[in-house]
């Protein structure tokens, strides 16, 4: 009965755009947020300041994304960082980028 039970289950194996999403963002974010924002109060004292010091970085984060989309648009190639690095400095450079990473 129970071996039945086990192999009778109707489980559906897929992910929908909004679960591919949290995911990605929870991947992303990780714990440190979390984790760091006891850390950050201490120092500044202010929530107010806390919350500038968090929007600031959101705001450099995404410049850093919007520069890479940029990227990945000016050489729409397979490879990702490898390829912006060999056509701004050359194979050696690429190479060593790879490897350090």
Excluded at 69 to 77: Q, T
Aim: hydrophobic share 50%; charged share 10%; with cysteine.
């Amino acid at each position: 009965m129970l071996k039945n039970h086990l192999n009778n289950h109707n489980l559906k194996r897929e992910i929908g755009l909004f679960s591919a999403i949290i995911i990605v963002v929870a991947n992303i974010i990780g714990t440190g947020i979390f984790t760091t924002s006891g850390f950050i109060m201490e120092e500044l004292g202010s929530p107010q300041a806390m919350l500038l010091c968090w929007l600031a970085g959101g705001l450099f984060a995404l410049s850093g994304a919007l520069c890479y989309g940029e990227l990945g648009a000016m050489f729409p190639k397979a490879g990702g960082e490898y390829i912006f690095l060999r056509e701004s400095y050359g194979k050696g450079m690429a190479f060593l980028s790879g490897c350090i990473s």
